[in-house]
């Protein structure tokens, strides 16, 4: 094997080998806290190897959207972002105020309309690959990446679901959108090899507690609806803003009420709906858990006004969209 010693040039050419699909780029924009600017070449878009984040997963994260040039529930983002930095007594590089304007400056540049965006904030450089994180300083990386568009069929048909037998985070570190992601990437794929689109970890008591990117909820026989209690799961966004959407279908009679409590396999196979939660497909029903058929099969009326209500909150809820500066970078 020629194992040449490769110099910039090589690795930053502008078309490197390495980096796949250089020409249609999934990733349109990267802010870095150590550069203190953005980038738009895929190939530049790196973090040291002795951030730790990358060798000891010690960072975390945020997953969000922007749709039609505003960023969808933006403040609850940053405040769960903020709430895993304080589990886990990570300083942020920037208050939360510097963060946002950070993010829309990064939308901006990367000039699209629709896509996702993820906020990484890792323990930093340093201390010669070891564990200790002390007097690493915390930094900042912000990626702008194209929209991924759900398959389809997960509307019209439904979705289908197992019990993973991946065991979930214990509850302190459910609660940390950090990136230590190993359980939840081994449920996703046994999901995969099982054939099925989703798996479903269990909590520590053996009920029903998050996929791996995903919180779960039921509607049961009264037609309550029913999510996990959130000490055991991560505190999803979308799943909270079902549950705020909802009280329109209690109102509407839809739905006798909402309530947060443990969730049995049983119950779960014996529901008349149960839904998947996360920002990439807002909500989607499972219409098969465990080889059960749940309700009637198909996509249920619960599922459908969700649905919907979504739509409306993603194009008309101000309260929820922040506007992308989008002229502001363009004029300077
Ligand atoms: C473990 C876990 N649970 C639930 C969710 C859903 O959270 P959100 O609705 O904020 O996307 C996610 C999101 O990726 C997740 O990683």
């Known amino acids: 094997?020629?194992?040449?010693?490769?110099?910039?040039?090589?690795?930053?050419?502008?078309?490197p080998e390495w980096r796949f699909e250089p020409?249609?780029?999934d990733y349109f924009a990267m802010y870095s806290s150590l550069w203190g600017g953005i980038v738009k070449d895929p190939a530049l878009m790196l973090i040291p190897l002795d951030d730790h984040m990358v060798h000891r997963g010690d960072g975390i994260f945020e997953a969000f959207k922007c749709v039609k040039g505003h960023i969808y529930n933006?403040?609850?983002?940053?405040?769960?972002?903020?709430n895993s930095a304080r589990l886990i007594s990570l300083n942020l590089p920037f208050d939360l105020e510097t963060i946002k304007e950070i993010t829309l400056k990064t939308v901006a540049i990367a000039g699209v309309k629709d896509c996702r965006i993820r906020i990484y904030v890792s323990r930093g450089l340093g201390n010669a690959f070891s564990c200790s994180p002390v007097d690493c300083r915390s930094q900042l990386y912000v990626v702008v990446l194209k929209e991924s568009v759900p398959p389809p069929y997960y509307y019209t048909d439904g979705a289908s679901a197992i019990t993973s037998c991946i065991p979930t985070k214990a509850s302190f570190f459910a609660q940390v959108k950090s990136c230590n992601y190993l359980p939840n990437a081994l449920a996703h794929l046994e999901a995969h090899e099982k054939g099925a689109d989703f798996a479903i970890m269990l909590d520590q008591q053996g009920y029903l507690a998050e996929g791996p990117t995903q919180s779960i909820a039921i509607?049961?026989?009264?037609?309550?609806?029913?999510?996990p209690r959130l000490d055991n799961t991560l505190k999803g966004t979308t799943l909270l803003r079902a549950v705020a959407l909802a009280?329109?279908?209690v109102e509407a009679g839809e739905l006798k009420s909402i309530s947060s409590s443990d969730?049995?396999?049983?119950?779960?196979?014996?529901?008349?709906?149960?839904?998947?939660?996360?920002?990439?497909?807002?909500?989607?029903?499972?219409?098969?858990?465990?080889?059960?058929?749940?309700g009637t099969g198909k996509p249920g009326p619960v599922f459908r006004r969700l649905l919907k209500l979504f739509q409306r909150d993603y194009t008309e809820n101000r309260e929820l969209l922040t506007p992308v500066p989008y002229d502001e970078v363009a004029n300077g």
């Not at 020629?2 to 690795?11: A, C, G, K, N």
């Not at 509607?219 to 999510?227: E, L």
């Not at 396999?265 to 990439?280: C, I, K, P, Q």
């Open 1 to 15: 094997m020629d194992l040449r010693v490769l110099s910039r040039e090589d690795i930053f050419s502008p078309r």
């Open 247 to 249: 009280e329109e279908l």
């Open 74 to 82: 933006f403040d609850a983002h940053l405040s769960r972002l903020e």
């Open 23 to 25: 020409e249609a780029p």
């Open 263 to 294: 969730i049995s396999r049983e119950e779960a196979y014996n529901s008349l709906e149960m839904f998947a939660f996360t920002v990439g497909i807002a909500v989607v029903p499972i219409v098969k858990y465990d080889e059960k058929v749940i």
């Open 219 to 227: 509607v049961d026989h009264q037609k309550i609806f029913k999510y």
